[in-house]
């Protein structure tokens, strides 16, 4: 199943530097771990916005509840969710 999913960032501006940088870190590694999986298709910055727009595409919508639920930056984000069908325009889909 595929889904379009926007995550906005806002890290408090007093969090502890050492704490910034370690979650930082896990949601890098985090990510890249499901983008080599395969269930994280892509990632895109959404111009001027601390905020990305990412592709997944997952066995359900438990399995992606657990892959947004356990994302470090989690507690610091607000986490939209699109479910995607297949447009009937779309040539690749013949
Ligand atoms: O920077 C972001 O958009 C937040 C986050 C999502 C994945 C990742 O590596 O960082």
Same mark, same amino acid.
């Given at each position: %199943? +595929?889904?379009a999913?926007? %995550?906005?960032? @806002?890290? #408090?501006?007093?969090?502890?530097?050492?704490?910034?940088? &370690?979650?930082? @870190?896990?949601?890098k590694? !985090? *990510?890249?771990?499901?983008?080599?999986?395969?269930?994280?298709? *892509?990632?895109?910055?959404?111009?001027g916005? !601390? *905020?990305?727009?990412?592709?997944?595409?997952?066995? &359900?919508?438990?399995?992606?509840?657990?892959?947004?639920?356990? +994302? #470090? +930056?989690? #507690? !610091? %984000?607000?986490? @939209?969710?699109?479910? +995607?069908?297949?447009? #009937? *325009?779309?040539? $690749? $889909?013949?």
């Open positions: %199943m +595929l889904f999913v926007t %995550m906005d960032v @806002a890290i #408090p501006h007093d969090l502890d530097p050492d704490v910034r940088a &370690d979650t930082l @870190a896990r949601e590694a !985090y *990510s890249q771990d499901l983008q080599r999986g395969g269930e994280w298709v *892509s990632i895109w910055r959404c111009v916005q !601390y *905020s990305n727009l990412s592709i997944f595409d997952v066995a &359900d919508n438990a399995r992606l509840h657990e892959i947004l639920w356990n +994302l #470090p +930056l989690f #507690p !610091y %984000m607000t986490i @939209a969710v699109t479910p +995607l069908a297949q447009h #009937p *325009s779309d040539i $690749a $889909a013949g």
